[in-house]
């Protein structure tokens, strides 16, 4: 079974940093695609970033503007995403998903979500 | 920039069928992948479409998707009251950024 589970929220200063992780279970990791989502409360769907199987293909929604970083361990089956700068309007629940095509460079879509983690940017 | 336009409420009575549509602002929906999530209210998303028509294992076949020209489709059949959710199609653009729709707020009557 896939397993998919989310860390490392929590509130947060504007202008400070956070990293999420995401530990995976129950699949070949390094073969998959994987990607950070987030939902603003009571917003859709927002894609933050992805990252490829081996870890060489990066890509990154625009508002992202250099603030964060995906990466990932295959050796622990964990996915990451390195927060810095953040604001206010970066308070959001984020999800973790796996990609649904194994071996593909760019993700494409998700066939399995994680909970969720919620981050919260307030002084 | 790519965008995905999506009605944001559908409403039908139990037992019967609804479609949801999701259009692409330029270009064929048949460029890139679609895929279509569910949303139930306090819950993370499932996928219940992938590639244009495939489901997970575990989905129903009640759930299913198309695609034509500019749009998708997913078409819910056998209406039930756990239908009752948000979803989400989704796809990329030619620089591998996903988009999503903003959301069809479906109510089972």
């Known amino acids: 079974e896939v397993q998919l589970v989310e860390s490392g929220g929590g509130l947060v200063q504007p202008g400070g940093s956070l990293r999420l992780s995401c530990a995976a279970s129950?699949?070949?990791?390094?073969?998959?695609?994987m990607s950070w989502v987030r939902q603003a409360p009571g917003k859709g769907l927002e894609w933050v970033a992805s990252?490829?199987?081996?870890?060489?293909?990066?890509n990154y929604a625009d508002f992202v503007k250099g603030r964060f970083t995906i990466s990932r361990d295959n050796s622990k089956n964990t996915v990451y995403l390195e927060m810095n700068t953040v604001g206010a309007e970066d308070t959001a629940l984020y999800y973790c998903?796996?990609?649904?095509?194994?071996?593909?460079?760019?993700?494409?879509?998700?066939?399995?979500w994680g909970q969720g983690i919620l981050v919260t940017v307030s002084s | 920039n790519l965008m995905l336009t999506q009605p944001h409420s559908v409403s039908e009575s139990p037992g019967k069928t609804v479609t949801i549509s999701c259009t692409v602002s330029?270009?064929?929906?048949?460029?890139?992948?679609v895929q279509w999530y569910q949303q139930r209210p306090g819950s993370a998303p499932t996928t219940v479409i992938y590639?244009?028509?495939q489901r997970p294992s575990g989905v129903p076949d009640r759930f299913s998707g198309s695609f034509e020209g500019s749009s998708a489709s997913l078409t819910i059949s056998g209406l039930q009251a756990d239908d009752e959710a948000d979803y989400f199609c989704q796809t990329y653009d030619n620089s591998h950024r996903w988009v999503f729709g903003g959301g069809t707020r479906l109510t089972v009557l």
């Open positions: 998903a796996k990609d649904h095509e194994w071996g593909v460079v760019t993700a494409t879509g998700a066939d399995h």
């Open positions: 990252i490829s199987g081996s870890g060489a293909n990066r």
């Open positions: 330029s270009g064929s929906i048949s460029d890139s992948y």
């Open positions: 129950g699949f070949s990791f390094s073969g998959y695609a």
């Open positions: 590639e244009y028509v």
